[in-house]
T-cell receptor
Framework: KQEVTQIPAALSVPEGENLVLNCSFTDSAIYNLQWFRQDPGKGLTSLLLIQSSQREQTSGRLNASLDKSSGRSTLYIAASQPGDSATYLC????????????FGKGTHLIIQP | NAGVMQNPRHLVRRRGQEARLRCSPM?????VYWYRQLPEEGLKFMVY????????ESGMPKERFSAEFPKEGPSILRIQQVVRGDSAAYFCASSRGPNSPLHFGNGTRLTVT
């Protein structure tokens, strides 16, 4: 059974810093890995999707890497801004979509102005 | 270019009543997923549907819960004889197919009194 762990559970940093969020998963037989952000009382916004054959994906100030063999992914946020404050969720797809995504519990990020 | 639409946003039911949650996927998406988020918990997969078919319901409780995605109209998650433990945020997501990014709605927050 796939398990996804995110560290740290919470993080507070001053504006402008670069930061790294970590995600680990127990079963390396994955199809893809997706990072989301969730704002309070809202749904999830997809940030980046990495297919199992890829090593990283970039979108603006965000870069996500995937090391399937070690069961790890990182989300790198450059030059953090207060608007980046949210909960960041890592989710692993293990069954080609057939059995949904397995989510971590998230990292609650606060960027201090 | 509407995203995934869920309604109602908030639903209050007394114990023993029925709850019906609706989800309209993004245009062009034929795959629908339902997730549940309990307080202080991560999102848990419930069910994966394509038009008129349930593909995977391994995350769905065996009793009182059912889901459908008819040929016409939204996907419906139905909870019969609700109990307090059913109180949660229920999220719907849609995609073009397996291995494609999931797009989430803003969720329905069910409160059972």
């Amino acid at each position: 059974k796939q398990e996804v762990t995110q560290i740290p559970a919470a993080l507070s940093v001053p504006e402008g810093e670069n930061l790294v969020l970590n995600c680990s998963f127990t079963d390396s037989a994955i199809y893809n890995l997706q990072w989301f952000r969730q704002d309070p009382g809202k749904g999830l916004t997809s940030l980046l999707l990495i297919q199992s054959s890829q090593r990283e994906q970039t979108s603006g100030r965000l870069n996500a890497s995937l090391d399937k063999s070690s069961g790890r992914s990182t989300l790198y946020i450059a030059a953090s801004q207060p608007g980046d404050s949210a909960t960041y969720l890592c989710a692993v797809g293990s069954g080609g979509g057939a059995d949904g995504l397995t989510f971590g519990k998230g990292t609650h990020l606060i960027i201090q102005p | 270019n509407a995203g995934v639409m869920q309604n109602p946003r908030h639903l209050v039911r007394r114990r023993g009543q029925e709850a019906r949650l609706r989800c309209s996927p993004m245009k062009g998406h034929s795959h629908v997923y339902w997730y549940r988020q309990l307080p202080e918990e991560g999102l848990k997969f419930m069910v994966y549907l394509q038009k008129e078919n349930i593909i995977d319901e391994s995350g769905m409780p065996k009793e009182r819960f059912s889901a459908e995605f008819p040929k016409e109209g939204p996907s419906i998650l139905r909870i019969q004889q609700v109990v307090r433990g059913d109180s949660a945020a229920y999220f719907c997501a849609s995609s073009r197919g397996p291995n494609s990014p999931l797009h989430f709605g803003n969720g329905t927050r069910l409160t059972v009194t």
